[in-house]
Structure formats: C-alpha cells, structure tokens
C-alpha cells in the first residue's frame, strides 16, 4: 500500500448526505495543503441505494481516482432499512461495508457503524481482514448521533473518528463546517465530531496501522472545483447570459449552476418543454444578439441534432454541451462513458460540421469552453464541449488564478450600425449577410432590430441576402465558403500559444498511451507508474475532436514504435476518428476500451499494456477489452 | 443609445415598403388563402408604423413558412414546427423587437404541437398565425392535425380517421392570451385581428384559416363567414374563459358542418406576459439583454470575482 497518499472512502445510502460530507471533506484536506480528487458513484435514484465517494488526497498532484482505496468509512444506508421495502432492497443493507471490499489496500483501516452494519453478514469477513491486516474499527455512530442531535448526523461522527485514525486535525473539518452549516445545526455536528474524535483517541491505540494524511502545501491557492463547475463558469465568463435546457443526467448540474447563477448577473435562464425546444431557443437568442447555450446528455443531445443543422446552415452561433453517460438508449444514466463521440461529431444531415472540444480535465474545462463560444461566435458555427459523468462529477483542487481572467464578451463577426451603413447591400437594401468571397470563410452578421442590417435567415440554400436559391453557382460558393470555415479554425488553433492536446511523460519514449477527454490524468498516472517501473512510455491526450489536430497526432505517433489508445467505450471510436483523420497507422494502433460504468483505474491502463503491448499475455478480467492494430 | 436605433422609431409607412424586391410576387398557387395573411400583415404592420427593421417574423416549413420569402423583415426561416422556440427567445433577448411566428396546421398543431402549448402556457409577448389550410400543403396535400374526419388524402386512403384537432379550445386550456379566427377571404377584419395581436401584451394566436384549392378540394372556400362579434346570433363574453370556451367548441364544430365562424374568442388584458412575469421575480434584466453587447460601458461580470469563494 501506498504511504503518502490517502484514498478515502465514505460509502452509505443514496440520500445520507455523502456528497455533502465528502465535499466538506476534500476542501478540508485541500485547505490543509493537500491535492485532491474525488470520484463519485451512485445509482440512478434519488433515495436509496448504495453510494459511495472516493477522496485521494496526497502532496502530489492527483491526476485521477486511484487504484482501490486505503481507508473506508463505511455507514449505514439508511433507507435500506425500511421493513416494508425489505423484499425491493435486499442484501442493500450490507453493501457500504461488503461492496469492492476487495479494493481495499493491504493494511487499509475500516471503521463501520455498527449501530447500522452486521460485519458478520459478510462472508469470512474475519478470515479476510486477517490475511488483508485490515485494522477495524466498530464504532456505533448511529448511536453517537442520536444523542447529540439525529441521525442523519452520524457522518460527522464518522469523519471525527476518520480524522482521529488518519491524524488529520479537527481544526479543518471545524473551519469548514462553520462556513457550510446553518447556526442550528452546527452545534450539535461540532460536538458529535469532537466526541467521536476523543473517543476514538481514548478507547483505541490509532497508531496500529500507518495510513495517515500526508502533509503538504501549496504554492497558491486552490478551489475545490467539478468540471460542471468549470463549464459553468467558462460559459460566465465568456459572456454567455443565455441557457435553455431540459433536465438530463449528468447534463443537469451545468445547466443547474447556470440557472442559479445566470439571474445574478443581468442573464436568463430557460427549462423549456423538450431538448428540440431547448437548442431552438438558444439559437433564437443568439440571433438577436445575446451569447447563448444549450446542452444535454446523449437522448436529449439527439433531438438536438435538427437545431444543430438549423445553426450551422444560418450561421448562427451557439454553443452545446454534451454530458456523456453510458448509453446506448437510456442506458446507465449515472454511469460514465465515452461513447458519444460519433453521435456529437456526425449527427445532422447532409455535409454538416462543427467545433468539438472534448476537455481532459477540469482546468482544460474552464479554458476550452471559453474558446468554444470564442470560436462559435468569431466563426459563426456550432460549437460543441463534449465531456462525461466522470469529468462533470469529479471534484478537483485547481489553482484559483486558472479562473482568474478577464470577461471576453464579444459577440464575435457582428457589425454595428455603423459599419452596416458602409457594408454590401442588394438593390433592394437587403443587407449581404451571406457574401460570397470573405476572408475565412466568415461573413459578418447583423443583428435584428439594427438599422440597414434586414436579411433572411434559413436552413434553405440560399444567396448572399438570404433568399432561398438553388442555382448550382450559388450553391457552390456558399458550400464553400461553410466548409472554409473549419480549416480557417483548424489554422486558428494550431497558431493558438498553448495546443488543446495534453502531453505526458519523457520526450522520447518506445510506446505512446493515447485517449481523449476525460480519461487522460488517468492515462497519465499509468505512464508516471511505467516509467517508475522502468517502461519507457509517453501519452497524448487529445482534446480537439473537430477540427482534428492532424498534424499534432501524427508527430506523436510517428515518434513511438507502438501505440495503445485507451478510452471508455466498446467500439474504440477515438481511434476509429484518429485512423480516418489521419488516413494511416492502422498497423500501429491497437484500443484498451472500458465500458462497465466505471471509469479507467490507473492500474487497468498498466496491465492492459503490460500484457498487451509488451508481451502477448492476456487481460487478467473483462473489466476492459483489447482489440489489437490492424494486421496483428 | 441604442444599439437597435430601428426600433420603437414609429413612422408613417407604406405596405409596399414590406415587398422585396427580389421576389415581389408570391408564388403560392392561384387562388390560395395564404396570399391572404400576407396582404394582412403588410396592412397591419403598415398601419402600427413599423419598421420592417424591428420585425422579426420567423416561420416554420411549410407553404405558409414561404411567408418570409415575401416579406421584407428580419426573417428567420427556421425547421418544421420550430419557429416558436425560436421566436420567443429572440424576443426574451431583446424586447423591443416586434416578434412574430407563423407557420402551417401541420407545423404548428402538428410536430410543433409540443412548443405551441408550452408557447402559450408562458404567455410570451407575441404573435402567433396559424396558417390553417387542414391539409399538409407543401407535401403535396396530406391528413393535417386540423383535416376533418373522413377527409381522404393518399396518405389516408379510406378517410381519415381521427377526430380533428380543436385549436381555439387548444389554445385556450394551454394558457394564450388572445385567441381569434379569422380567415383569407376576409382581408379587413384579418388586418384588424392581427393589428389586435401584435398590440396584445402576451401571447396572442391567430387560427386563420387558408384555403388551399391545389390540395384541399372538397374543402370550402370559407365563405361564408360570420364574425361572431358581430353577429346577434352570438352572445358571449370573450373575456370570460369558460364562455369562451362554449363558444370555441361550438365554432369547431360548425366549420365541420359548413358554418365558417369568425372573430374574437378570447381576450384576458390583465394577465402579465412571460417577460414581465420574469422581471417581477428577478430572472430578467430591465434593459434588453443584447443592447449590452454593444454597451462599451459595461462592466462585464468575473466567476472569480463573483463565484469562487464558495470553492476556497
Ligand atoms: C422534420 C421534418 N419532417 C417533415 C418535413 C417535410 N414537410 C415539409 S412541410 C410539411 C407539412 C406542411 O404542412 P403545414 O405545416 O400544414 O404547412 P402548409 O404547407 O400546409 O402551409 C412536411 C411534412 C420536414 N421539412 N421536416
Ligand atoms: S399547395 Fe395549397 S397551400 Fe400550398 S401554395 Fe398551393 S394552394 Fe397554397
Ligand atoms: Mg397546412
């Protein structure tokens, strides 16, 4: 097991506040100098339901969930409880403490509440904690609980008895409940933390085991920040004061944040009748001149797609967020994937294109949604952040000076009143919207309500004004011209300072890992274990998925003898985008894939190369799949 | 000042100032009913004073959603069913734009249905023209939504055999504010309703009722027509929703049986309109939002000033 980090669990009922403790928990140990990340899972209810969250925190930069876990807090799941639902619920009850009991590290600390949880229930548990020398502590927290205030309160009880084993000091958890509870409920919660603590500190000897925090400090300051956050906040700062959207999971905590945050900054916020209604309206708004953004998870991005076509044949900029979760159809709603990548990329009818970033992390997050609406707005395009339940979900330390830049509310290729007065017209004082021959392909817009500024806007062909037209001359030019936009983009980006694409690793190395979006700090913390391990390995995270960063991709490819693109899906369609784009290196390229509603440990990276790329072994379970390189 | 200097100007102005150049004779088939609406609209708008510059008219697919070929406005021609979505927030973007939708039976009852009543529910300040031809014009004439029963088309080969939808009665139970019917052959009291709708602070639906002789044969031609406001066979009292709605269901009915029943139906002058509803609750700004993107004064908000401390 591993001394210098701790990877906390706090597992329970869906409803029992975990989300609300682990939070209070990670920005404590974030405060206190650590990095942090944390890694969610629960089920698609509301109540009820095992849910569990991992914080790892250490004094090196955390990239990814980590492989298990060192130290459980196991609580009881409150709702499992109930008699007449026993028959639905069934062995539910046990799951805090028996599920993936397994991952736990050698010598891992357990405490469970044993006013909740019968350890007995569980097979050989004994047998078990013995050959693991997992140290356990049965501590009745629910009991703890109920005397000082209710019950619910236990998961202070257990983060007292948690700080008391690990040698974190209360001062944290104190500082941060003090900011986060109301006056009422404070006191009891601060007593019960401090009760558990010492007696915890008095009744057992907490140097038995050695999982302890590690101590560390940072250079700057941090916020504790989900990639919803960071999406959020981008849109914010890029001047978007528009959203329409329709709940869907996990696209819900984006529009969610806006909708709260919109109304304190002059904006409006939309939950319209369907996801047809939702991209219409953002469109709607953008045309008359506001920055504007819709979203959604796969179904709902699916009735999206009309809209979709709808702004890129008027030229109307908009941008949307797509929230992967594990499809196809309905899916796994709270599960993590990666498979929408061909559905974003390809949906919408006839020659259509858009922009796609597919962020790796949460800071990438913050800067590439700011660049999509940049783009959207300066191109007058669609564009598209792509990201999934793992990014949205995962809270992350980030220095706060990342946030920390100027608004850019520029509407992008518009005129003013002004430079209408001086731009193209017909002979009738229709307004060229729609020139032919312009400079990247970008003809600048007006905006309803400016004078001289009168054009038709339609998903028909149409000429320079508007006017619907089918002539073959007409269609051509403007066929053209749309399609000249993207490599005008894909030049943009390539002269940007700092590329998208995320490198990793030494600058030469014999093998290359390879993903997108949200799998890449995974990927990462497998290339730091290889090269520990004396492998020598480098990755490419890559986040622009349209326009494709042809000649970025090829340059790393070229420089390793073999590549492994990892990604969460079943049909490896990274890699298919990457062999299209690049019209090569099929011989090179072979797919670690995960589509089991979890996301890549850094450990599942490691062995599908060891045994995969290095020798010719096989994987040790069907957690993820190989499927070897053309020809192999 | 303004960014959007077209607006609010009022000024005498010609219909004819609404007639592109490009295309200045519709190409609707002789004799059909949408010729109509247009003639009304340009009439109404003429007689408001508005600058085609402060119109936006967006319309769906359709024979009627060609409207914007032959109106000279900021148009938006947008997807099957979808100008309403479309409509209302441009008009939630920038108030001042005088802000109307219209399009086909098919586009707005049918696959459009959804935004319709939603449409109306919130009661956004709007107008809305229903081209209503009970057929599926542009597709070459099959069932619509409003196609009476038994009505026979190639798509329905033995008559249709569904009850035809209500859509003055739809309206009303979904929430619009201003509900009439008027229809192609009777061009003054066209031009009047849609004067009333745009004046109307909500959303206002027009039901209007084109005849379509290239697809809808058997259908008439809408005449003759009672105004229902002005006839003393009808008494109700169109600010009374339940009265209303006697009198919605029973005009419904008529047009099936050959009595083509015209006018005003519903009419609620109290109830706020989305816009001001969201102001009240402090979800919309007082200024109209896209003046502020060409504001240079502006101080635009920062997350970090504002968002990040909750995160430390
Ligand atoms: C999503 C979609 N489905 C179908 C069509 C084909 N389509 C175009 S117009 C139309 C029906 C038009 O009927 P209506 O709305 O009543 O308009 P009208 O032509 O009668 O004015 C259909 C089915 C389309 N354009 N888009
Ligand atoms: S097909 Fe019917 S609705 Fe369409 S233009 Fe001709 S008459 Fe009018
Ligand atoms: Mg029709």
Redesign the pocket.
């Given at each position: 097991m591993t001394n210098n980090e701790l990877i906390w669990r706090i597992a329970g009922g869906s409803g029992d506040g975990i989300a609300s403790t682990s939070q209070n928990f990670a920005k404590a140990l974030m405060r206190s100098g650590l990095d942090v990340f944390t890694h969610r899972h629960y089920p698609s209810r509301i109540r009820g339901g095992h849910t569990y969250t991992e914080i790892r925190a250490s004094a090196e930069p955390v990239k990814s969930r980590g492989d298990g876990y060192n130290f459980l807090l196991a609580l009881g799941d409150s709702f499992a409880r109930n008699p007449k639902e026993g028959s639905v619920y069934g062995n539910e009850e046990i799951k805090p403490l028996s599920e993936n009991l397994d991952e736990l590290h050698e010598g891992g600390v357990i405490i469970y509440d044993s006013g909740l949880l019968d350890a007995s229930e569980i097979d050989d548990f004994d047998a078990r904690v013995e050959e693991n020398n997992w140290h356990v502590y049965d501590i009745d927290l629910r009991t703890m609980a109920r005397e000082q205030g209710r019950e619910v309160m236990r998961n202070t009880a257990g983060v007292g008895a948690t700080c008391a084993l690990a040698g974190i000091e209360l001062e944290w958890i104190e500082e941060l409940m003090t900011d986060a509870m109301p006056e009422k409920i404070l006191e009891p919660n601060l007593e019960i933390l401090h009760n558990a603590y010492n007696k915890v500190l008095d009744e057992y000897d907490v140097d038995e085991h050695d999982v302890k925090v590690p101590e560390g400090s940072h250079d700057e300051e941090q916020v504790l920040l989900s990639g919803s956050d960071a999406i959020a906040y981008g849109s914010l700062d890029e001047g978007c004061r528009f959203i329409a959207g329709y709940p869907m999971t996990p696209w819900t905590e984006v529009f969610t944040i806006l909708c709260q945050n919109l109304p304190k900054v002059g904006g409006i916020s939309e939950q319209v009748e369907d996801e047809i209604a939702a991209a219409a309206l953002a469109i709607g708004a953008s045309h008359a001149g506001v920055k504007a953004m819709s979203g959604s998870s796969g179904g709902g991005f699916a009735l999206m797609s009309e809209p979709l076509g709808l702004a890129e044949m008027t030229e109307t900029p908009v941008v949307l967020i797509e929230a992967m979760r594990a499809g196809p159809c309905t899916g796994m709603p709270t599960k993590p994937e990666q498979g929408d990548l061909e559905h974003v990329l390809y949906t919408s009818q006839g020659d259509s294109h858009r922009v796609v970033f597919a962020p790796g992390t949460v800071a990438e997050a913050y800067t590439q949604t700011r660049r999509a609406f940049e783009i959207a707005y300066e191109y007058q395009i669609p564009s598209i952040i792509l990201y999934d339940q793992k990014l949205g979900g995962e809270l992350v330390s980030v220095p706060a000076s990342v946030l920390d830049e100027e608004p850019n509310p520029s509407l992008g290729s518009t005129l003013t009143e002004a430079e209408l007065a001086d731009a193209p017209h017909d002979e009738t004082g229709k307004y060229s919207r729609f020139q032919h021959d312009v400079e990247d392909g970008v003809s600048p817009r007006s905006i309803p309500g400016q004078k001289g500024g009168r054009f038709l806007a339609t998903g028909n062909e149409h000429t320079p004004e508007g006017h619907i037209e089918e002539s073959p001359a007409n269609r051509v030019a403007q066929m053209n011209r749309r399609l000249q936009k993207k490599e005008a983009i894909r030049a943009d980006l390539a002269a940007q300072s700092e590329s998208h694409q995320t490198y990793h690793g030494p600058d030469e190395a014999t093998y290359g890992l390879m993903t997108y979006g949200s799998s890449q700090g995974t990927v990462e913390e497998a290339v730091d274990m290889l090269t520990d391990e004396g492998y020598s390995v480098k990755s490419l995270g890559v986040s622009d998925m349209a326009p494709y960063p042809v000649d970025e991709v090829s340059e790393f490819i070229e420089s390793v003898d073999e590549v492994l693109v990892v990604e969460m899906n079943a049909t490896a369609q990274f890699r298919g985008l990457t062999q299209k784009e690049l019209g090569q290196y099929g011989e090179k390229l072979s797919s670690l894939l995960k589509y089991n509603g979890n996301p890549f440990e850094p450990l599942d990276i490691t062995e599908g190369f060891k045994t995969k790329i290095v020798e010719d072994g096989e994987l040790s379970g069907p957690e993820t799949k190989f499927v070897p390189a053309a020809g192999d | 000042m303004s960014a959007f200097s077209a607006i609010g100007e009022g000024q005498e102005i010609d219909q004819n100032e609404y007639t592109p150049g490009l295309e200045p004779q519709a190409?609707?088939?002789?004799?059909?009913?949408?010729?109509g609406v247009l003639k009304a609209l340009k009439g109404a708008s003429a007689e408001l004073g508005l600058s085609p510059e402060e119109i936006l008219l967006t319309t769906g697919i359709?024979?009627?959603g060609?409207l914007n070929s032959y109106f000279d406005s900021y148009g938006f021609h947008t997807i099957h069913g979808r100008s309403l979505p479309v409509a209302r927030a441009a008009k939630l973007a920038n108030p001042g734009l005088e802000v109307i939708a219209a399009g086909?039976d098919g586009d707005g009852y049918g696959i459009g249905g959804n935004h319709f009543m939603h449409t109306a529910r919130e009661n956004h300040d709007m107008t809305y023209i229903v081209?209503n031809?009970e057929?599926f014009?542009?597709t070459?004439?099959q069932t619509s939504p409003t196609s009476p029963k038994g009505h026979k088309s190639k798509t329905q080969p033995h008559g249709n055999a569904k009850e035809p939808l209500r859509p003055l009665s739809l309206s009303l139970t979904s929430g619009a504010s201003y509900i009439a019917r008027t229809a192609a052959v009777n061009p003054n009291q066209a031009k009047e309703i849609i004067i009333e709708a745009m004046e109307h602070d909500g959303f206002a639906h027009i039901d209007f009722l084109?005849?379509?002789?290239?697809?809808?044969k058997d259908a008439r031609q809408y005449v003759p027509y009672i105004d229902v406001n002005e006839s003393d066979d009808y008494d109700f009292d169109k600010t009374d929703r339940r009265s209303a709605a006697e009198m919605m269901a029973e005009t419904e009915d008529a047009l099936h049986e050959g009595k083509v029943l015209t006018g005003r139906f519903y009419v609620d002058e109290n109830r706020p309109s989305y816009g001001q509803e969201k102001r009240a609750i402090g979800e919309m700004p007082e200024q109209p939002l896209a003046e502020r993107y060409f504001d240079d004064s502006y101080e635009w908000e920062r997350s970090a000033d504002l968002f990040l401390d909750k995160h430390k």
């Open positions: - | 190409t609707w088939c002789p004799g059909c009913g949408d010729f359709g024979c009627s060609k086909g081209f031809n057929i014009g542009l070459k004439g084109t005849q379509c002789p290239t697809w809808n």
